[in-house]
């Protein structure tokens, strides 16, 4: 199978044009289907089944245009690569919640997160430092203190090539 650029699919959502200064911004790897479907929906986060390669934070709305062209320079030299989703597991987050996730092993995903980053200060663009160690991983649910979690039994596993990477804003 030949290497394609990951370019072929960065997307900026249509719908996020009319945005306001402080929305926060990221890069993201959408699963494919047949392993998006595996993960429940999520009351407190209804973004599709993702893995987050790079957080940048609240960014002012004069950063988009250079965030999409230093995302497609990075992307346009960068191959298609495997990961595997492992076995779920927990970690607390900062809200004191419990979140049962995915983790994900990819040597080259923990390069590309590098890459992006490292272009991204060169053209001075912020990133957001409230998650420094890069720790991939799809979230299946959050559980508050005292709550039982809901999805347990959800144990996806497997192997997929990422092909693209999406240009997500939220409100």
Known sequence: MELTSL????KWHETQKDREANESVGLFIALPQEFA????????????PHITVLYLGDTPPQFEDSIIEVAKE???????FKIKIKKPKTFENHKNQTIY???IFSPKLHIFNKT???AFQLRQIPIDSK?????PHITIEYVDQ???????DVRPEGEFVVDGVW?????
Not at 37 to 48: A, F, G, H, R
């Open 131 to 135: 998650f420094p160690d890069y720790k």
């Open 74 to 80: 990075v992307c346009e030299n960068f191959k298609k």
């Open 101 to 103: 996730h995915s983790p």
């Open 116 to 118: 992006l980053k490292r």
């Open 37 to 48: 479907e595996q993960y429940p929906e999520k009351s407190e986060d209804t973004s599709p």
């Open 167 to 171: 240009l997500w804003r939220f409100i």
């Open 146 to 152: 005292g709550e039982e979690r809901k999805f347990e």
């Open 7 to 10: 370019y072929k699919t960065l």
